[in-house]
Each structure stands twice: as structure tokens, then as C-alpha cells.
């Protein structure tokens, strides 16, 4: 056994790091230091810079796009793009409709989609959940009736991402209601700017941004040509798309920022005739989760090693997924407990009061419940290993 | 990055498991307890046999050749069996002193006996005030002629009640928490002015408190340099906690295993307890901190081996953490799965949980290593 990346692993990085350095534009960078929420102008800048280097899709084949890298690399290129604080890219095109057209379209839907999604042409927002239908995803109503060569869609979508951005929207709508719910769910594509009856409304959520949307189909028409597989076959496409969704949920990375602008803070606030950092009781309590948040690395790293040699995902990436946001929602947490009397600040806090590098901590802490929430809430995690692991009876 | 075993490594994990299911399942722990040594001289011959007490010996010294890696492996499946045998105090703590420090005459005087399974040895470091400061040594080594006095008292002796030899940590200078002036030296059992007070522990194993009066040593007797024994007790402590970390894992896929199997089994109101969701959670929380736990072990396993000691402690530190959080969450909440029966002696689950308690307080408990990992340069340096 081994801990240690090879010679080569190693220069990979060097050159990712370095590079990362060099493409970020100064003000990006500025923001970056400063661990601002980034607007949209800015992850599309940078989607940009990464397409003209060919980096946009890793995880892509390398024949659409993807840059040939193994496990061990997309990984260490997450790792320092987390690093250096560069913006994330939408995920909704590169790592979930793109993938699921790379597997299940059409060659005219390949042809169609992909060139755009991989240049940042066409932002994509992906319309699964309902107000009655979270966890419960099968029972979702969107209706997508026939009508010639189209399905006519009514119906509701909300939690859509940044879908005030988006130029298409992916959804799972009902196509059919005999037999179990999951039978009836075909997987549609729909252009938001061209299609009337659609309509995007942003809401706020307490971190203060209007991350996500009500989305509302009024009669909208779209074409059956924009059906991905068959009608009626969008549920296990969806379940697939998922899996994706849940590997890198963890939040190691971000932990790991987080807990080394904890010490930065730490060390900046004077208490006494010392600092914060000096304090043996918060010292130990960010030592706890840098302790923690190392054996959740090892577990993660093990995964990534086995899914270097093919071994799909299964039961055990959602261990990954509720131990990584619960020790992510913490570290927010312990951020929040080294601003002291400065986490009543809020975004655009005037410098007088608060630091600029400081003023995204609050919106993140607030934000960052929803860790536990997304990407199958932590007690659906639960569900999913007791049920399909350790096969425990059901009720 | 590889965290695979190999085939050997598979294969010495399967000869282990077989071996305690044959020859020493719980049942046979149960009955050693009730003995004064509280192990089977016969067993450790056997277990010498296999190879196992000469796993990190190199094999031009005619041992197996392997590394820390291996004694985990070993250890997880002894620990699933609560095999009493002294394979952490002789081939951990000693056995790791010896390789590093122990001139050739010393290595076929008594590291030879012991991997060969005629004898076995302890080491002997903490004492009453010390709690898990290895620094903290009142016991002291005077000069006298070419050899050395000893006189002391050590607490909680891994088999001290049994060894052979007994490697004892002496203040040779400095005051009492001074790091430097501590030495190493190997003690016979039966030598003058050495008394053992066997003590059984919670976990039905035996250490001693050891008493030295005027207890006279050969110069012979000192392993490595006068006063510069600090690095290798450290290490040897960090090793205690990896080999905890191993040993610790056999316990708790055990009590985790058990867990499960009883939800299936145990009904109440006409259904198995392990439809409720309630305890399907809880289950499910106790999967993860096991499989945390597992990466925890291979962590510190990888770990022990490390020259470079600053790396060694930050990680044996957080996988040690995880053994006593992680580990206490599977064993406490296996116990409450299981009802009243598991606070019966009569269940395996309570022996489990024992062991595993004394583990989590032996070689630094939860608060003593986070305040190591607090310590270390490398806690301070910002990325």
C-alpha cells in the first residue's frame, strides 16, 4: 500500500497549478483571493479560458472533447482549481446532460449539443424536482402530452439552478400515468429562450442569492426530436445522471479551504495580548476536523483508486456523501465561530466593519445547509445503504 | 496511490481468519480470562510457526520482510477473535524497539527467543502521574560501575505480568519531563529487585505494574545511545496506536456485523427490528464510521513505516482519533441495538466493547491526540 502520488502525478500537478496561475485573469484572481461569490460573467470568463485550453470537459471521452485524463488527475485537477478558488463551472451541461446525451442520444443530438456545451456557447439548467416531488422524485407531474410530432408541457419545475442564466433546461416529465410512476417518465430537452410558455422565476435563498428558480410550463411546445432514449425510458437515464451528480459532493476540497481560512482568520483576530489562533480550545477544535476531514480523504482517495480501475460507484458513495457535508456544514460552522461579533456582517458589508475577504462566509454558511439537503438528502443516503447494502428488511 | 493488499498480504489475511476460527474463537478468550496469564504459551508457539511474531524481521535475518502493512493485517483478524496472545506488547512495542536499536547480541539474546515463540516481552513507560506524557519518567538509572541501577514504577505493563524481558524506559538525565536523558533498557523478569503485580483489565487481558528497587543492568543492557531513547519511544507508541487502529477494525466489523444480523433476526410487534427506520439509520451511521475506521487503519498502517516522523505522528494522531470516535460510535450503538442481552457477559458484544474502550484510552486517547495534532509544525503552516 502507498500513499504517494508517482513522479508523474506530481509534475501533472505542478504544470495544473501553475497554469491556473497564470490563465486567471487579475481580477478574477482578486475575487478569488478575497473568497467572494462569483457573479456569472465571471464562470463564463472562465469556462472560456479553460475551453481554449481544452480543459472545459475532463470527464468528458477524449473523441467529443474530454481531455484523456485518469481518475487521479481529474481529481488532482479538481483539487487545485478548488485551491486556487476559481470559479466552478456549471455543472448541468459538462457533467450531467452532456454525459447523458454522450451515452443515450441521438447522433443529432451529439452534433446538436455537445460542441456547445463543451465552448460555454449554451448554459443548461437541469428540471427535476417539484414542490411535491424532492426526495419522491417519481412522483413528479410535469405532463408532456403528444401533439404531431411535439409534446405539449404542463406543469411545474422548481430548485432549477441559476436557470435565470440557462439558455436550455433539461426534464424529466410525465409522459404516461398507467403502471409504477417511474415507468411513465421520459427525458426531454427544451430551449428556454425560444419556447413560449416557459417561464423562469429566480427566488432567494437565505445565503442571500438567487441561486435557484421556479420554473413554470404553460402550454410549452417541444419537439419529440428533443426526447433523449426512449419515451417513457427517462427514470433509469436519470438514476445514471445521479451517480455522476454524487461523486465530488463530498466537499473535501472546500473543507480543506475552509479550514485553512479558519487558521488565516484566526490568526488576524487579536484576542488579548495574543490571537484566536492562539487559543488551545480553538486550536483543538480545528484540529478535530482537519483530523476528521483526513480520514474522510483516505476514504475518498480509496474510492478514486478503485474507480481507476473500473469499479463503478455503488452504496458506498453515499458514506462519501453524508460524512463529506456533514464535516462541510461544520467547518462553515467553525468559519462562522472565528468571525466572532463579524459574522453579523453581510455581503457588500461596508470595509469599515468588515473585511473583504470575509463577507462570504455568512451567505456560504447559510447556503451550505443545503449540503446535507441536495444531491439525495443524507437520510434518502441512509435509506439507500441500509436498504441496498446491508439489506435490511422494509417496513 | 495504491491501497490494495497484495496477494500475500490477501493470503496471510485468510491463513489468519482461518486460524482463529479454528483454533481461537471467543470461546477460547473466555476461558484464558479466567487464568493467571491469561494466555497460552502452546498458542504463541504456533503463532511463531506461522511466521507471524517475525512479520517485520527481514528476511536475510530469516523473517518475513514486511512491513507495518502486514501487522495490521494480522492484527484485524486476531482482534475479531479478542486473541489474548502478547502480539502487541512483543512484536509491536519491543519487537519494533529492538529492530531498531538493538546491537546484534541483543537481537539473538532476546529478539530471537520471542520471534521464534519461546519467549515474550513488554514494554514498560508509563507511569502513575505520566497519563500519556512520554516524557514524564520519575524512574531513574543511575550509574553504577559499567552498568546502570534502576529504580521505579511503571503502570499498565502490556504483559508485564508474563514477559521475559521487559524493556524499561529510565531517566538517565534531566528532570522529570525533560525529553532528552531518557534511556532503554532490557530488564529480565525474574531479575533481582523486580516485582510484577499482575492486574487483570477491563478487557479481561492482564498488564502489571512493575516495580523496580535497585534492579542492577550490564552495560549490555542499554539499547541505542544513553538519554536519546525519546524518538524511538514516540515511535514505538505511534506503532502501538497503528497496531490499536488494526486490532480495533476486527472488533468493530464484528460488533457491526453481529448488529446487522440481529436487526434481521430480533422481532418485536410481529416484525424484525431492523424494518424500523430509526434503526436502519442508525445501522446505516454506523456503516460509515466502520468504513472510516477501515481508512483510519490503512492510513496509520501506511503510516508507522514513515521516516519522517513530523508526517508519522499528524496522521497515526488522526487515525487514532477516528479509532476512539468512529469506533466508539459502532460499539456504543451496538449495544443499544442489541437491547438488555447486550449488557450481558454472556454475549460476545460486551467483550468487544471492552476491548475496544481500553483500546481507544491505550497509546494516547482522543483528547491527548488532538492535542499532539495541534502541536506539530505543519498545524500552524497555512497551504
Same mark, same amino acid.
Given at each position: 500500500?502507498?500513499?504517494? $502520488?508517482?513522479?508523474?502525478?506530481?509534475?501533472?500537478?505542478?504544470?495544473?497549478r501553475?497554469?491556473?496561475? &497564470?490563465?486567471?485573469?487579475?481580477?478574477?484572481?482578486?475575487h478569488?483571493?478575497?473568497?467572494?461569490?462569483f457573479e456569472?460573467?465571471?464562470?463564463?470568463?472562465?469556462?472560456?479560458?479553460?475551453?481554449?485550453?481544452?480543459?472545459?470537459?475532463?470527464?468528458?471521452?477524449? &473523441?467529443?472533447?474530454?481531455?484523456?485524463?485518469?481518475?487521479?488527475?481529474?481529481?488532482?485537477?479538481?483539487?487545485?482549481?478548488?485551491?486556487?478558488?476559481?470559479?466552478?463551472?456549471?455543472?448541468?451541461?459538462?457533467?450531467?446532460?452532456?454525459?447523458?446525451?454522450?451515452?443515450?442520444?441521438?447522433?443529432?443530438?451529439?452534433?446538436?449539443?455537445?460542441p456547445?456545451? @463543451?465552448?460555454?456557447?449554451?448554459?443548461?439548467?437541469?428540471? $427535476?424536482?417539484?414542490?411535491?416531488?424532492?426526495?419522491?422524485?417519481?412522483?413528479?407531474?410535469?405532463?408532456?402530452?403528444?401533439?404531431?410530432?411535439?409534446?405539449?408541457?404542463?406543469?411545474?419545475?422548481?430548485?432549477?439552478?441559476?436557470?435565470? $442564466?440557462?439558455?436550455?433546461?433539461? /426534464? @424529466?416529465?410525465?409522459?404516461?400515468?398507467?403502471?409504477?410512476?417511474?415507468?411513465?417518465?421520459?427525458?426531454?430537452?427544451?430551449?428556454i429562450?425560444?419556447?413560449?410558455?416557459?417561464?423562469?422565476?429566480p427566488?432567494?435563498?437565505?445565503?442571500?442569492?438567487?441561486?435557484?428558480?421556479?420554473?413554470?410550463?404553460?402550454?410549452?411546445?417541444?419537439?419529440?426530436?428533443?426526447?433523449?432514449?426512449?419515451?417513457?425510458?427517462?427514470?433509469?437515464?436519470?438514476?445514471?445522471?445521479?451517480?455522476?451528480?454524487?461523486?465530488?459532493?463530498?466537499?473535501?476540497?472546500?473543507?480543506?479551504?475552509?479550514?485553512?481560512?479558519?487558521k488565516?482568520?484566526?490568526?488576524?483576530t487579536?484576542?488579548?495580548?495574543?490571537?484566536?489562533?492562539?487559543?488551545?480550545d480553538?486550536?483543538?477544535?480545528?484540529?478535530?476536523?482537519?483530523?476528521?476531514?483526513?480520514?474522510?480523504?483516505?476514504?475518498? @482517495?480509496?474510492?478514486?483508486?478503485?474507480?481507476?480501475?473500473?469499479?463503478?460507484?455503488?452504496?458506498?458513495?453515499?458514506?462519501?456523501?453524508?460524512?463529506?457535508?456533514?464535516l462541510?456544514?461544520? /467547518?462553515?460552522?467553525?468559519?462562522?465561530?472565528?468571525?466572532?461579533?463579524?459574522?453579523?456582517?453581510w455581503?457588500?458589508?461596508?470595509?469599515?466593519?468588515?473585511?473583504?475577504?470575509?463577507?462570504?462566509?455568512?451567505?456560504?454558511?447559510? $447556503?451550505?445547509?443545503?449540503?446535507?439537503i441536495?444531491?439525495?438528502?443524507?437520510e434518502i443516503?441512509?435509506?439507500?445503504?441500509?436498504?441496498?447494502?446491508?439489506?435490511?428488511?422494509?417496513? | 496511490?495504491?491501497?490494495?493488499?497484495?496477494?500475500?498480504?490477501?493470503?496471510?489475511?485468510?491463513?489468519v481468519?482461518?486460524?482463529?476460527?479454528?483454533?481461537s474463537?471467543?470461546?477460547?478468550? !473466555?476461558?484464558?480470562?479466567?487464568?493467571?496469564?491469561?494466555?497460552?504459551?502452546?498458542?504463541?508457539?504456533?503463532?511463531?510457526?506461522?511466521?507471524?511474531?517475525?512479520?517485520?524481521v527481514?528476511?536475510?535475518?530469516?523473517?518475513?520482510?514486511?512491513s507495518?502493512?502486514?501487522v495490521?493485517?494480522?492484527?484485524?483478524?486476531?482482534?475479531?477473535?479478542?486473541?489474548?496472545e502478547?502480539?502487541?506488547?512483543?512484536?509491536?512495542?519491543?519487537?519494533?524497539?529492538?529492530?531498531?536499536?538493538?546491537?546484534?547480541?541483543?537481537?539473538?539474546a532476546?529478539?530471537?527467543?520471542?520471534?521464534?515463540?519461546?519467549?515474550?516481552?513488554?514494554?514498560?513507560?508509563?507511569?502513575?502521574?505520566?497519563?500519556?506524557?512520554?516524557?514524564?519518567?520519575?524512574t531513574?538509572a543511575?550509574?553504577?560501575?559499567?552498568?546502570?541501577?534502576?529504580?521505579g514504577?511503571k503502570?499498565?505493563?502490556?504483559?508485564?505480568?508474563?514477559?521475559?524481558?521487559?524493556?524499561?524506559?529510565?531517566?538517565?538525565?534531566?528532570?522529570?519531563?525533560?525529553?532528552?536523558?531518557?534511556?532503554?533498557?532490557?530488564?529480565?523478569a525474574?531479575?533481582?529487585?523486580?516485582?510484577?503485580?499482575?492486574?487483570?483489565?477491563?478487557?479481561?487481558?492482564?498488564?502489571?505494574?512493575?516495580?523496580?528497587?535497585?534492579?542492577?543492568?550490564?552495560?549490555?543492557?542499554?539499547?541505542?545511545?544513553?538519554?536519546?531513547?525519546?524518538?524511538t519511544?514516540?515511535?514505538?507508541?505511534? !506503532?502501538g496506536?497503528?497496531?490499536?487502529?488494526?486490532?480495533?477494525?476486527?472488533?468493530?466489523?464484528?460488533?457491526?456485523?453481529?448488529?446487522?444480523?440481529y436487526?434481521?433476526?430480533?422481532?418485536?410487534?410481529?416484525?424484525?427490528?431492523?424494518?424500523?427506520?430509526?434503526?436502519?439509520?442508525?445501522?446505516?451511521?454506523?456503516y460509515?464510521?466502520?468504513?472510516?475506521?477501515?481508512?483510519?487503519?490503512?492510513?496509520?498502517?501506511?503510516?508507522?513505516?514513515?521516516?519522517?516522523?513530523?508526517?508519522r505522528?499528524?496522521?497515526?494522531?488522526?487515525a487514532?482519533?477516528?479509532?476512539?470516535?468512529?469506533?466508539?460510535?459502532?460499539?456504543?450503538?451496538?449495544?443499544?441495538?442489541?437491547?438488555?442481552?447486550?449488557?450481558?457477559?454472556?454475549?460476545?458484544?460486551?467483550?468487544f466493547?471492552?476491548?475496544?474502550?481500553?483500546?481507544?484510552?491505550?497509546?494516547?486517547?482522543?483528547?491527548?491526540?488532538?492535542?499532539r495534532?495541534?502541536?506539530?509544525?505543519?498545524?500552524?503552516a497555512?497551504?
Amino acid at each position: 500500500m502507498d500513499l504517494s $502520488y508517482t513522479p508523474e502525478q506530481e509534475e501533472f500537478r505542478k504544470e495544473v497549478r501553475s497554469w491556473i496561475a &497564470e490563465a486567471m485573469p487579475a481580477e478574477m484572481k482578486k475575487h478569488a483571493q478575497d473568497g467572494a461569490n462569483f457573479e456569472h460573467s465571471e464562470v463564463m470568463e472562465w469556462h472560456k479560458i479553460l475551453y481554449a485550453k481544452g480543459w472545459a470537459a475532463p470527464n468528458w471521452p477524449e &473523441e467529443v472533447g474530454g481531455t484523456g485524463w485518469d481518475v487521479a488527475q481529474r481529481s488532482i485537477f479538481q483539487d487545485e482549481c478548488v485551491r486556487a478558488n476559481a470559479p466552478s463551472l456549471s455543472p448541468f451541461g459538462l457533467s450531467m446532460v452532456g454525459p447523458l446525451i454522450i451515452q443515450y442520444g441521438s447522433d443529432e443530438q451529439k452534433k446538436r449539443f455537445l460542441p456547445k456545451i @463543451l465552448a460555454g456557447e449554451e448554459i443548461w439548467c437541469q428540471g $427535476y424536482s417539484e414542490p411535491n416531488a424532492g426526495s419522491d422524485l417519481a412522483n413528479l407531474q410535469l405532463r408532456a402530452e403528444k401533439d404531431g410530432d411535439d409534446y405539449i408541457l404542463n406543469g411545474q419545475k422548481t430548485w432549477t439552478t441559476y436557470a435565470q $442564466y440557462a439558455d436550455w433546461i433539461f /426534464v @424529466l416529465c410525465r409522459t404516461s400515468s398507467e403502471g409504477k410512476k417511474q415507468e411513465g417518465i421520459s427525458f426531454l430537452l427544451a430551449d428556454i429562450n425560444n419556447t413560449p410558455g416557459i417561464d423562469v422565476k429566480p427566488f432567494l435563498t437565505t445565503g442571500g442569492t438567487l441561486a435557484f428558480s421556479e420554473t413554470w410550463f404553460k402550454d410549452a411546445r417541444v419537439s419529440q426530436a428533443n426526447r433523449v432514449g426512449p419515451e417513457n425510458g427517462g427514470w433509469s437515464m436519470a438514476k445514471a445522471l445521479l451517480g455522476h451528480e454524487r461523486t465530488g459532493i463530498g466537499g473535501i476540497a472546500e473543507s480543506a479551504r475552509g479550514l485553512t481560512q479558519t487558521k488565516e482568520i484566526a490568526q488576524d483576530t487579536p484576542v488579548g495580548k495574543g490571537t484566536l489562533f492562539d487559543d488551545a480550545d480553538f486550536r483543538r477544535r480545528i484540529a478535530r476536523k482537519e483530523m476528521r476531514l483526513r480520514t474522510i480523504e483516505i476514504m475518498n @482517495l480509496r474510492a478514486l483508486a478503485a474507480a481507476q480501475v473500473g469499479h463503478a460507484p455503488g452504496a458506498e458513495s453515499s458514506v462519501l456523501k453524508i460524512v463529506g457535508t456533514e464535516l462541510q456544514q461544520e /467547518v462553515t460552522e467553525l468559519q462562522m465561530d472565528a468571525l466572532g461579533h463579524n459574522a453579523m456582517g453581510w455581503l457588500d458589508s461596508p470595509t469599515d466593519a468588515l473585511p473583504s475577504s470575509q463577507q462570504s462566509i455568512a451567505s456560504q454558511f447559510n $447556503y451550505l445547509r443545503a449540503a446535507t439537503i441536495y444531491g439525495g438528502s443524507n437520510e434518502i443516503q441512509k435509506n439507500i445503504i441500509a436498504k441496498q447494502l446491508l439489506r435490511l428488511p422494509s417496513a | 496511490m495504491n491501497f490494495d493488499l497484495t496477494e500475500e498480504q490477501q493470503m496471510i489475511m485468510e491463513q489468519v481468519s482461518k486460524f482463529v476460527a479454528n483454533e481461537s474463537p471467543v470461546s477460547r478468550f !473466555r476461558e484464558l480470562r479466567e487464568t493467571d496469564q491469561g494466555w497460552d504459551s502452546k498458542m504463541w508457539s504456533k503463532m511463531a510457526e506461522q511466521g507471524w511474531l517475525s512479520i517485520e524481521v527481514p528476511e536475510e535475518q530469516g523473517g518475513f520482510g514486511g512491513s507495518f502493512v502486514d501487522v495490521a493485517v494480522i492484527l484485524e483478524q486476531l482482534g475479531r477473535g479478542l486473541v489474548p496472545e502478547p502480539f502487541i506488547p512483543s512484536v509491536v512495542l519491543a519487537g519494533g524497539i529492538f529492530k531498531d536499536l538493538a546491537d546484534e547480541a541483543q537481537s539473538e539474546a532476546f529478539l530471537t527467543p520471542m520471534i521464534e515463540g519461546r519467549t515474550s516481552l513488554a514494554f514498560a513507560y508509563a507511569e502513575k502521574q505520566s497519563r500519556y506524557d512520554l516524557s514524564d519518567c520519575l524512574t531513574k538509572a543511575e550509574k553504577s560501575g559499567d552498568g546502570w541501577t534502576i529504580s521505579g514504577e511503571k503502570v499498565w505493563v502490556l504483559n508485564g505480568h508474563a514477559a521475559d524481558q521487559i524493556i524499561v524506559v529510565a531517566r538517565t538525565a534531566g528532570d522529570q519531563l525533560d525529553e532528552s536523558g531518557l534511556s532503554l533498557f532490557v530488564v529480565d523478569a525474574d531479575a533481582k529487585g523486580l516485582t510484577q503485580v499482575r492486574t487483570p483489565g477491563m478487557d479481561g487481558q492482564r498488564t502489571a505494574v512493575v516495580r523496580l528497587e535497585g534492579v542492577e543492568v550490564g552495560a549490555d543492557r542499554l539499547l541505542g545511545s544513553e538519554g536519546e531513547a525519546f524518538a524511538t519511544v514516540e515511535k514505538a507508541i505511534d !506503532r502501538g496506536a497503528a497496531a490499536a487502529c488494526a486490532e480495533g477494525q476486527g472488533q468493530i466489523r464484528e460488533l457491526f456485523e453481529r448488529t446487522v444480523a440481529y436487526l434481521k433476526e430480533r422481532e418485536q410487534f410481529g416484525v424484525p427490528i431492523g424494518s424500523f427506520q430509526v434503526l436502519q439509520h442508525i445501522a446505516s451511521d454506523m456503516y460509515a464510521e466502520m468504513e472510516l475506521c477501515g481508512s483510519a487503519t490503512i492510513l496509520a498502517s501506511i503510516q508507522a513505516d514513515n521516516p519522517d516522523a513530523e508526517a508519522r505522528k499528524r496522521d497515526i494522531s488522526a487515525a487514532k482519533l477516528q479509532l476512539s470516535d468512529g469506533g466508539w460510535f459502532v460499539q456504543e450503538n451496538a449495544i443499544q441495538l442489541f437491547g438488555g442481552i447486550g449488557v450481558t457477559d454472556e454475549q460476545d458484544e460486551g467483550l468487544f466493547f471492552k476491548r475496544l474502550r481500553v483500546l481507544s484510552g491505550l497509546f494516547g486517547d482522543a483528547d491527548a491526540h488532538v492535542a499532539r495534532f495541534q502541536s506539530l509544525k505543519g498545524f500552524d503552516a497555512i497551504d
